[in-house]
């Protein structure tokens, strides 16, 4: 079941640090998104991305917050200098064109 | 801003009763939306769509109902499975858009 990955599922990180999280899109996909769910909130729009290329990213924080989807490999969305704020889930989905977007498990940040 | 609302954080059912999860949009652009479900530990699944050029969308079990003039959607379950106990989203965009804004979501239980 070649679906949407992602890793790690579960990640923690000390305030400061950098955190990675990673995204497999579904075999085929070339269109890649990452949203964010705080607690008790709905899914976030944080980034829409295409091969080496960055097509929307209004919904990400203006400091500490990157991504990328290069090439070979998965989509990266980094996070520098974390703080306790940015514990979150943290969601990928993937798409064939603009469209029907598959989501990936997603990976829980969790800053102590 | 919260432009997408699921004003009930959690809804109890019987098995073979309806269920019926509610929505309301603020964003008179919104011409799309959609339900996903979604398991703990997995990201949210795709359930049903409606665009606005429609009323009612049925799949099987389960049918959307929108509401334009009230900006107001609903999805009915019907019958409730106790595989049916998941949280549900409610998501809208612009039919041109990839940003989908969502609902904080809703908890179902359905009880044996």
């Known amino acids: 079941n070649a679906g949407v990955m992602q890793n790690p599922r579960h990640l923690v990180r000390r305030r400061g640090q950098e955190a990675r999280l990673r995204c497999s899109p579904m075999k085929g996909h070339s269109h890649v998104y990452w949203y964010r769910q705080l607690p008790e909130e709905g899914l976030k729009f944080m980034v829409y991305l295409q091969k080496e290329n960055i097509i929307d990213e209004s919904g990400m924080p203006k400091e500490r917050f990157s991504a990328e989807f290069p090439k070979e490999g998965p989509s990266i969305l980094r996070i520098q200098q974390v703080v306790r704020g940015d514990s979150a889930a943290y969601f990928c989905?993937?798409?064939?064109?603009?469209?029907?977007?598959?989501f990936g498990p997603g990976t829980r940040l969790t800053v102590t | 801003d919260q432009q997408v609302k699921q004003n009930s954080p959690s809804l109890s059912v019987q098995e073979g009763r309806i269920s019926i999860l509610n929505c309301d949009y603020t964003?008179?652009?919104?011409?799309?939306f959609l339900w996903y479900k979604k398991y703990p530990a997995e990201g949210p699944t795709f359930l049903i769509s409606i665009s606005s050029i429609k009323d009612k969308n049925e799949d099987g079990r389960f049918t959307v109902f929108l509401n334009k003039s009230a900006k107001h959607l609903s999805l009915h379950i019907v019958p409730s499975q106790p595989g049916d106990s998941a949280v549900y989203f409610c998501?809208?965009?612009?039919?041109?858009?990839?940003?989908?804004?969502f609902g904080a979501g809703t908890t179902v239980t359905v009880r044996a």
């Open positions: 964003n008179s652009m919104f011409d799309y």
């Open positions: 989905a993937s798409s064939v064109e603009v469209g029907e977007q598959y």
């Open positions: 998501a809208a965009s612009t039919s041109n858009d990839y940003k989908l804004s």
